[in-house]
């Protein structure tokens, strides 16, 4: 017999602690993939993760989960442009050519 049974926070509580996670991680999600400094802090696959996790936790509204939805958006691009760079910087090596070595 469980004597905590699994209840996820109801009513305006609920929409609080919500609101709270979705303004901190429009905040720190894209502060995140900015790669500044020369990457992103966390992977896209933990930002993915916590919005499901918020999600899955909570029963939002319309406009909770247009946020959420706009952060997958936001993370999907990020995404999309790493990769171009990604075939962009391997196209460029491919046409750099080799240098031959003395003596073969």
Same mark, same amino acid.
């Given at each position: 017999?469980?004597?905590?049974?699994?209840?996820?926070?109801?009513?305006?509580? $609920?929409? +609080?602690?919500?609101? @709270?996670?979705? &303004?901190?991680?429009? #905040?720190? =999600?894209?502060?995140?993939?900015?790669?500044?400094?020369?990457?992103?802090?966390?992977?896209?696959?933990?930002?993915?993760?916590?919005?499901?996790?918020?999600?899955?936790? $909570?029963? +939002?509204?319309?406009? @909770?989960?247009? &946020?959420?939805?706009? #952060?997958? =958006?936001?993370?999907?691009?990020?995404?999309?442009?790493?990769?171009?760079?990604?075939?962009?910087?391997?196209?460029?090596?491919?046409?750099?050519?080799?240098?031959?070595?003395?003596?073969?």
């Amino acid at each position: 017999m469980d004597h905590f049974p699994d209840t996820k926070p109801q009513g305006a509580f $609920s929409a +609080l602690l919500a609101d @709270q996670d979705l &303004t901190h991680l429009e #905040l720190v =999600l894209r502060r995140s993939l900015s790669c500044d400094l020369g990457g992103p802090l966390l992977p896209p696959s933990y930002w993915r993760e916590r919005l499901a996790s918020i999600t899955r936790r $909570s029963h +939002l509204s319309h406009t @909770q989960i247009q &946020t959420v939805h706009r #952060l997958y =958006l936001h993370i999907d691009a990020f995404e999309a442009t790493a990769r171009k760079r990604d075939d962009e910087l391997k196209e460029e090596r491919e046409r750099v050519p080799v240098p031959k070595t003395q003596g073969a």
